[in-house]
């Protein structure tokens, strides 16, 4: 048994009102936050199907109000709004395919709830998005644009990270992506407020690719591997 299952294992066994803490006590600083709660969540969600395919088991596992109280958790430190729609949609399907009716989900895993969460993390209207996106889409990649022969990439990453263009970049990637995981959803949704703005957002979705339609890589040859010493 890995560490990482028997936290899990032990979490299980915990009172709920002291797994809070009790699961933040052991959050290691030595791995990826966003990889052990991912990893976390995929044990949760394994339990979650087994649960709802009826299959027997020997051992305390995970329902649905756990995986989705992980999930919670999880965001409340920080974890990406995109992956926490898809972690969720994923619990969704889930329990809708086995039966379970919407609104004996947990609240905060109800679809309605998930959109909301979801549109209110785009900062940032349709059109402002779509206009970004075009404006991104045109700016094409050059060689200056990509780690020249004896720079120090990491510097250079670190001041790409903090352009407009790159954050921008990535919010509308992520916002694609967290369309395409809302999209099976719309029609479990109840508010037609909300289901009209989602559908409005799925109607420009192909519009939000950020992707430069022009790249032209560097033609230069470099002298040297980055990685070869100079003097002898």
Known sequence: MTKLEGTYRGLLLIDPPLRRQWLLHRKPASVSPVHWWIALFDLATADVRRQHRGWPSHRPRADMPLAVFLIDLASEHGFPTELAVEQLASLITIALDAGQRVQDLPASARPDAVA???????????????????????????????????????????????????????????????????????????????????????????????????ITPSERTPEEPLDRQTDH
Do not use: C, K
Not at 148 to 174: C, I, K, S, V
């Open 116 to 214: 909301r969460r979801a549109v209110d993390s785009f900062g940032m209207t349709r059109e402002q998005a779509a206009a970004r996106a075009a404006s991104l889409r045109a700016t094409p990649l050059t060689h200056d644009d990509f780690v020249q022969p004896g720079e120090d990439w990491q510097a250079r990453w670190q001041a790409l990270t903090e352009t407009d263009d790159y954050q921008d970049y990535h919010r509308l990637l992520n916002i694609g992506r967290i369309l395409t995981n809302l999209a099976p959803l719309v029609a479990f949704m109840t508010d037609a407020h909300l289901v009209a703005d989602v559908e409005a957002w799925l109607q420009v979705l192909t519009e939000l690719d950020p992707v430069p339609e022009a």
